[in-house]
């Protein structure tokens, strides 16, 4: 059994070509011995483990080993069992692809944990997945992460050659317009800000396939997967859920009428409620509260989660003021705390930076408000081109 997987272990790392280096990897504490990657389903999480060995072993060196749970053979073999040989034949790092397809997951990575000091677990799971708050076992030994599918730092150095770095939003608000002409001396951003919104986010865009349908794909494995699955639902569930998934998509990004789409989808206002907390754990749509306010209650804005997933649901039209908004939101949310704004901006980050999203940037404005305009290369004081906000990881 170890031979076989030795040998796809090896064929995968000769033929993984050159990913682009996601920031991510400089984030981890690599030194932890249960790491866990979480991510949405099409974000590469597959690709981050493979480029993790190839970074720090040979593709021959049998001191690592990717392995999938969708391998058949693991559903006769114990991953303790397994994990126990490959400890025995030297093994240091074991990389497990899509843990929950193992029962029990958590209690055997706690088994793995305790029964082999030496050895280094790095597991994938889905963002619907509880690594700490309802898996007890692994408060303390577990580490975990989100990986995100790509900024638009992160295509446009790959689109463009670039090597932009990360900045923080203090940097953007300080200094944004000696950033902009740093980053344009390399390239123009806004030659490649359209084609990000449009595909940008999720990695397989790289695939000769056609993008549209293996996004399609990717949202139905999300609802049937990563919702109905990992949370042992009814089969019943699954039209109802997409149902509500696509009236979200075309309804208003304000606070959702819950008792309207209860009504429309023939279900309890209870329920829509939980299908949209389960859809945000996804990563299909995401909520944003007044300050202080959180779930269970009703979100006072529901937007996609990103511009892809927009154009996938609804190609053609999308509205410009609502893709504004949700890149922004998506750009912003993994590092900083989102806010609903008052009569004066969209959104506050982290209780005090104030945002306001508009094609039209006012001549005179708010002093406490930052204003992002769309189209422009540069900006100027308060005003910041939405597209930088894409930098920020």
């Not at 483990?49 to 749970?69: G, I, W």
């Not at 693991?74 to 025995?88: H, I, M």
């Not at 949370?231 to 998934?245: D, G, S, V, Y």
Request: with cysteine.
């Amino acid at each position: 059994m170890l031979e076989t997987l030795f040998r796809t272990h090896q064929y995968l790392l000769e033929h993984l070509g050159e990913p682009v280096h996601r920031s991510l990897m400089d984030e981890i504490n690599w030194r932890d011995r249960l790491i866990g990657i979480k991510g949405s389903r099409g974000v590469g999480k597959t690709t981050f483990l493979l480029q993790y060995a190839k970074e720090n072993f040979s593709p021959k060196d049998r001191r690592c080993l990717y392995v999938n749970m969708n391998n058949f053979l693991f559903q006769t073999y114990s991953l303790v069992r397994f994990a126990g040989e490959f400890y025995k034949a030297g093994g240091q790092v074991l990389l497990i692809d899509q843990i929950f397809k193992v029962s029990s997951w958590s209690h055997v990575l706690h088994e793995c944990y305790e029964k082999f000091p030496m050895l280094k677990i790095i597991f994938t799971g889905s963002t619907v997945m509880r690594l700490k708050d309802e898996n007890p076992e692994l408060n303390g030994i577990c580490h975990s992460y989100s990986l995100r599918g790509f900024s638009f730092r992160e295509y446009l150095n790959m689109m463009a050659g670039t090597d932009i770095r990360p900045y923080t939003l203090r940097e953007l608000e300080n200094r944004h317009e000696r950033i902009a002409k740093e980053v344009c001396e390399k390239c123009n951003p806004l030659e490649h800000f359209q084609a990000y919104l449009h595909h940008g986010y999720y990695p397989f865009f790289l695939e000769k396939k056609n993008f549209s349908e293996n996004l399609l794909k990717t949202m139905n494995m999300m609802v049937e997967v990563d919702i109905l699955l990992i949370n042992q639902m009814e089969q019943k569930n699954l039209n109802r859920i997409k149902k509500l998934l696509y009236l979200l998509a075309t309804g208003s990004t304000g606070a959702p009428n819950v008792s309207q789409l209860a009504a429309e989808v023939q279900t309890s206002r209870t329920t829509i409620m939980n299908y949209i907390k389960f859809l945000s754990d996804a990563r299909l749509v995401n909520m944003v509260y007044k300050k202080g306010e959180g779930y269970p209650k009703k979100p006072a804005r529901l937007l996609m989660h990103n511009t892809n997933l927009m154009h996938g649901l609804t190609p053609g039209k999308v509205n410009v003021a609502d893709m504004m908004e949700t890149f922004f939101q998506n750009a912003v949310s993994g590092k900083y705390k989102l806010n609903v704004g008052d009569r004066s901006c969209n959104f506050i980050l982290d209780g005090k930076s104030r945002f306001r999203i508009q094609e039209d940037v006012p001549k005179r404005k708010a002093t406490d408000v930052i204003y992002i305009s769309k189209d422009k290369l540069q900006g100027e004081g308060q005003e910041i081109p939405l597209w930088m906000f894409g930098l920020l990881y």
